[in-house]
């Protein structure tokens, strides 16, 4: 990993100098768009709309378009003079309770590793914070943009998640909200139920991208000159459940014998016009197989008088 930042925790008057790591990374297939006809880069200009002129690079600014349409252009020197206190340092303001801090503000995880020098404090600080059971709120500046953080403990490293404020959390504005919806015991307990029913502990190894690796199944078909076949079309969703405690209670049922080994989901009973095509099926396959009895006696016949005459 390569360090894309460096600073110091200050945690009251001691000061632990650290470097910041990404601590994920996406797994995505990137693709380039390309001439369709014989796969040439599309590349793109930056061309003002006013003059049509191509601009360099050096030449862009950052604007900031008012309600009237006109813009205000804000130079380097302008973003140098904002108050970012909390520059190269990250700020603990105080210590809370994680289940206090809702996953909603998460933003993005770092890992901060410690300078040579600042070893001992980093473990220090480490080991007291994971033996409270409680996570650091922290400020710290990246990319010219101030952020609320948090500190915690994965696998002895302290991780640095960046965090949205407040006002960047929606509020959940949808109808149903004020509706009076009516929910019976018995549903709720069979719900509850289904839920005991699917409880495990977590593991994300069993989980992953299957189509990040279909799409590069793919790629690798196209590349070994091989036909690409298309997988076959996944079964359309049904509506939403018109008994509710029928579908909860077949979904308990399901999950148990998904749990004990045995197939989750009962075979569905085949529809009129399936169990007439079926029959139709089975029908010709027995016209075939009488067909094919019938064929072997009259060549057999003729061999026996055959037989006979040479007697």
Do not use: N
């Amino acid at each position: 990993m390569r360090s894309i930042w460096k600073g110091a925790i200050s945690f009251g008057l001691v000061t632990i100098p650290v470097k910041l790591y990404s601590a994920t990374e996406q797994k995505d297939v990137s693709f380039h768009q390309v001439h369709r006809e014989d796969g040439g880069r599309i590349r793109y200009k930056r061309v003002c709309t006013l003059d049509g002129e191509e601009i360099a690079y050096a030449d862009i600014a950052k604007g900031y378009e008012l309600a009237t349409g006109e813009m205000v252009v804000l130079t380097d020197e302008d973003f140098e003079g904002l108050p970012l206190s909390t520059s190269r340092r990250i700020d603990v303001l105080q210590f809370a309770p994680a289940e206090q801090i809702d996953p909603i503000y998460f933003a993005k995880s770092y890992y901060l590793e410690p300078d040579a020098q600042g070893a001992k404090p980093y473990v220090l600080l480490r080991d007291a914070l994971e033996s409270s059971g409680q996570v650091a709120v922290v400020k710290v500046a990246l990319r010219q943009r101030e952020s609320l953080a948090t500190l915690r403990v994965r696998d002895g490293v302290f991780v640095l998640e960046t965090m949205l404020w407040p006002d960047e959390i929606r509020k959940p504005d949808f109808e149903f909200l004020d509706e009076d919806i009516d929910v019976r015991t018995q549903e709720l307990k069979m719900a509850e139920s289904l839920i005991s029913t699917m409880e495990a502990d977590f593991d994300p190894a069993e989980y992953h991208d299957t189509y990040r690796e279909a799409l590069q199944e793919v790629i690798e078909a196209k590349v070994a000159g091989k036909e690409v076949i298309t997988p076959p079309e996944a079964e359309e969703e049904g509506g939403p459940a018109v008994d509710l405690m029928a579908a909860l209670r077949a979904s308990v049922e399901a999950a148990k014998r998904e749990r004990e080994g045995a197939p989750a989901k009962p075979k569905r009973a085949a529809s009129g016009k399936a169990k007439a095509k079926d029959d139709r099926a089975k029908d010709d396959s027995a016209k075939e197989e009488k067909a094919k009895e019938e064929k072997g006696q009259e060549e057999k016949a003729p061999a026996k008088r055959k037989a006979r005459k040479s007697a």
